[in-house]
């Protein structure tokens, strides 16, 4: 069994910037692919950035040049910076992650999600 567990959500005013993280805990062997999300209200679930173990970052065109992804394997923890942040970011961030536990097994898990809001 594998948990997620985002934090870092909150309240900014536009151009502000947030950062989040979500950390792996469980019979973690390794990570292969962490993902953030986002689903704002009424609206489907995007692909925000996503990062593989030893791998180069994708961002959606959105955010690119703007969010930065990172993963820290010593953690088990993914980080998403956000800069310039404006009102359409607003939504509640989630974390996925591609995790192969110690009995050899995938798992697809999910965090509970956090909030971002942007707004004056």
Not at 52 to 68: I, M, N, Q, R, W
Not at 79 to 98: F, G, I, R
């Amino acid at each position: 069994q594998v948990q997620l567990v985002e934090s870092g959500g909150g309240l900014v005013q536009p151009g502000g910037s947030l950062a989040l993280s979500c950390t792996a805990s469980g019979s973690i062997f390794s990570i292969y692919a962490m993902t953030w999300y986002r689903q704002a209200s009424g609206k489907q679930r995007d692909v925000v950035a996503t990062i593989t173990s030893g791998g180069a970052p994708k961002y959606a065109d959105s955010v690119k040049g703007l969010f930065t992804v990172s993963l820290s394997n010593g953690k088990n923890t993914e980080y998403l910076q956000m800069n310039s942040l404006k009102p359409e970011d607003t939504a509640v961030y989630l974390c996925n992650a591609d995790v192969i536990a110690t009995t050899g097994e995938l798992f697809d898990s999910w965090g509970q999600g956090t909030q971002v809001t942007v707004s004056s």
